[in-house]
T-cell receptor
Framework: AAGVIQSPRHLIKEKRETATLKCYPI?????VYWYQQGPGQDPQFLIS???????DKGSIPDRFSAQQFSDYHSELNMSSLELGDSALYFC??????????????FGPGTRLTVL | LAKTTQPISMDSYEGQEVNITCSHN???????ITWYQQFPSQGPRFIIQ???TKVTNEVASLFIPADRKSSTLSLPRVSLSDTAVYYC?????????????FGQGTTLQVKP
């Protein structure tokens, strides 16, 4: 079965640079979520989109922005990168219309390292 | 959102049944209990969800007493590959955007 695809899988950036992470949800899933997991930490919710509209916002820094496109893929844009942004970034998708949106399917993650 | 409390770590041996209990004293009427599993450097994976009594699937069972203030995830006959972090989450239905709030999970170590 198709899973959530994230790219790139690994990314190394310098401080103050920008990064773009991409997420391709499972086909026919209408909701995308972004989570950040720092070393030794639990996943933290950043932001979510339902039908291309932002549906919720968590602890996402102002330096970060995200959007969901017409084909339902999503991009997380990160600017002015800081050392503390080094983390695993997970994208998850679910089907809100199925009524079981708490069953989220997570991608393999993008490991961002800021030097 | 109801706060959850679960043990930080547990040890077990292959072939044993493992029970992880989660407390959620402030659970609301329309809240569901959901469990996720996470292996190192991988995304969390949905295991099971329930509202009350007992739910069973091919992976685990979830026991929820009548007062719903706690729940127990039961993993039958664990193997080394079940070594992972297990998260108990309380999820509100109806009007919820779906975000998952992860607290401190339980690190299960299965030994040979």
């Amino acid at each position: 079965a198709a899973g959530v695809i994230q790219s790139p899988r690994h990314l190394i950036k310098e401080k103050r640079e920008t990064a773009t992470l991409k997420c391709y949800p499972i086909p026919r899933h209408d909701t995308v979520y972004w989570y950040q997991q720092g070393p030794g930490q639990d996943p933290q919710f950043l932001i979510s989109f339902y039908e291309k509209m932002q549906s919720d916002k968590g602890s996402i820094p102002d330096r970060f922005s995200a959007q969901q496109f017409s084909d339902y893929h999503s991009e997380l844009n990160m600017s002015s990168l800081e050392l503390g942004d080094s983390a695993l970034y997970f994208c998850a998708s679910s089907s809100h219309t199925s009524g079981n949106y708490n069953e989220q399917f997570f991608g393999p993650g993008t490991r961002l390292t800021v030097l | 959102l109801a706060k959850t409390t679960q043990p930080i770590s547990m040890d077990s041996y292959e072939g044993q049944e493992v029970n992880i209990t989660c407390s959620h004293n402030n659970i609301a009427t329309n809240d569901y209990i959901t469990w996720y599993q996470q292996f190192p450097s991988q995304g969390p994976r949905f295991i099971i969800q329930g509202y009350k009594t007992k739910v069973t699937n091919e992976v685990a069972s979830l026991f929820i007493p009548a007062d719903r203030k706690s729940s127990t995830l039961s993993l039958p006959r664990v193997s080394l590959s079940d070594t992972a972090v297990y998260y108990c989450l309380v999820f509100s239905a109806g009007g919820n955007t779906g975000k998952l709030i992860f607290g401190q999970g339980t690190t299960l170590q299965v030994k040979p």
